[in-house]
């Protein structure tokens, strides 16, 4: 009788995996490439299949926090970005394969104010939903590897 044995690393490490993808908020007809950081609320070993043992929905999900890749002001001057050219999306995500997510949230920025329209060019913070496509590259490795070189314990 023979026997067959498979072994695997099953070490899972904290993760932090960075998005690059594109979003589409619906209420102010906006699409625009964005990037952003994906933080996990469990260790995901990265090597690991999807559909492991042990992988369930805390594995897949992550709450994201990005920049817009390109500028969100209108033509009219009503909406602005919240930084000179980009706007801040904070969301969480789904993986729907090792490499590719399902996100939505909101993207952040400056709209006029309806109040002291004309009279003012004052802004207020706004936001509105928007849901996205992005692939996933792993960053947590060159965090970890930054992180090594830099060690603040000695004086």
């Known amino acids: 009788m023979t026997s067959t044995s498979i072994t695997a690393d099953t070490r899972a490490d904290n ?10 908020a619906g209420d102010i007809s906006e699409t625009t490439p964005y990037a952003g950081l994906n933080f996990y609320l469990r260790p995901v070993n990265k090597d690991a299949p999807l559909s492991s043992e042990g992988g369930g929905f805390l594995r ?7 920049l817009s890749l390109q500028g969100i002001d209108d033509a009219l001057d009503t909406r602005k970005n919240l930084f000179k050219s980009q ?31 004309p009279l003012t060019s004052k802004t207020q913070l706004a936001y509105t939903p928007y849901f996205s496509l992005s692939f996933d590259a792993d960053v947590g490795k060159y965090l970890k590897g930054i992180a090594k070189h830099l060690d603040f314990s000695e004086d």
Request: net charge positive.
């Open 15 to 24: 993760y932090v995996g960075m998005d690059i993808g594109i979003l589409h």
């Open 60 to 66: 897949r999900f992550s709450f994201t926090c990005g």
């Open 87 to 117: 706007s801040v999306v904070l969301g969480a995500g789904y993986s729907l394969s090792r490499n590719i997510r399902a996100g939505g949230g909101v993207l952040v920025f400056r709209e006029r104010d309806p109040e002291t329209y």
